[in-house]
Structures are given as structure tokens and as C-alpha cells.
């Protein structure tokens, strides 16, 4: 029989859910706080490159791929540094601040540990290199996560829907039966054109509503219910 990943329609629920499959977490900025770390790597090597750096380029890059910032910064500065010279300094700069340990998202960890209890399958998908993702794994446990996918993992990273895609395949599982948490507009596009049901929870950059988009202050008003309510159709409910 053929696999019905992401067909329109085709939804198998996980245990004691109505609806939803499984639940997929992006990295940066909503699982853990690294944004800021982010922010303070890219100073530097900018610094380094004799250029400024401020709060509106990174609201610019925000869940965007590492080409993107790199392009960017090099963009600004008029440097010429090689893009895979710069990317590599900007990869062993956050590798050096993640091995120092992470900071979880307000409810993170929380809802991690309900949704595994209700046997819900998460995935973790970021846009960040494996190297990275790994490190943080390191730091927050491999255990919450049934699969990962980095963004050097796959031909097109986020704002396409490749990591979503790969992910609810790797799961087993219907794209549109997936509940992705988010809090950027680039991984919300990926995800919305995944196919997936899609929770915004803004952090460094404003995110507007959207049809078929829930928009939340923090993971801490999330449970598995009114995770698996919004794949259903149905109003939110608490449990």
C-alpha cells in the first residue's frame, strides 16, 4: 500500500488523541533561548570584519538558513571573507556557546514531558547545521525526540517545506496531521507549506495571525488537548 504522507485528509491520530499524528518543534528561539546567542556571535565576527551590527539585521534573519545570514552579513560589512570562511566561524562561534549550556523556552520543557506522557511523537527541526542541533540535544536530552532534522540535512531548508516534510515521513505520519510550534514567519512558511497545522509563539520578531495559524505568548499555554483540538477543527480546549 502506498504511504498517504501529507495526502489531504489522511490522518492517523497518536494514542489517546483525536487528531493529531505528532507534534514538531523548531530549535532556535522556541524550544531553547539561543537567539540571543546568536545575535551576540554574529557581533563579534562582524567586530572582526570592522563593521556594526544591531537588533534590525537579526530581526531581518530570524529562522532563516545560515547561507542567508552569511550572505547578509558580508552584504554589510563590504568584507571579503569567503561565505564558507564565514559560515564556519559563525558555526564553531554558537558550537562554543551551546557546549556551555542552554537556556529552555518558557513551557518547553513542560510540554515535552505532557506530550510524552499522552505518547505523542515529537520531532525537533531547525534550520540550524547537525553539529548544532546536536549540541543542544546534548544539553536538553535525546530522549524528547523521536526524529530530528537539521537544515544542512535536507536540499532545501526553511522557508520551503522540505524539513517538515522529511520529518512527518521519517515519523510515518501525515503532514497535515502534525502540529508545528514556531516563532518565526520563515519556519511558519516552511510549515504552512508543509501542509501542517501551524502554532506560533513570537519571541524576537512580531508574528501576525493568519488563517489556519494559532498565535500564542508562550508553550506555556499549550497542553496535548489543545494541540490535538486544533487538528481536529475544534475550539481549544485545556486538557
Known sequence: MPADHGR??????????????AVLFDMDGLLVDTEHEWFAVETEIMARLGSGWGPEHQELLVGGPLERTVEHMLAVSGATVAPDV??????????ERLRSGVVWRP??????VALTAARVPCALVSASFRILVDAVLDAVGHDHFRVTVAGDEVERTKPHPDPYLRAAELLGVPADSCVVLEDSLTGLASAEAAGCVTVAVPHVVAVPAAPGRTVVGSLAELTPGS?????????????
Open 8 to 21: 489531504p485528509g489522511a490522518r492517523r491520530a497518536a494514542p489517546g488523541m483525536t487528531a493529531m499524528a
Open 227 to 239: 494541540l490535538d483540538s486544533l487538528v481536529a477543527g475544534l475550539p481549544a480546549r485545556a486538557s
Open 86 to 95: 564565514l559560515a564556519a566561524w559563525m558555526v564553531e562561534g554558537m558550537a
Open 107 to 112: 513551557g518547553a520543557q513542560e510540554l515535552l
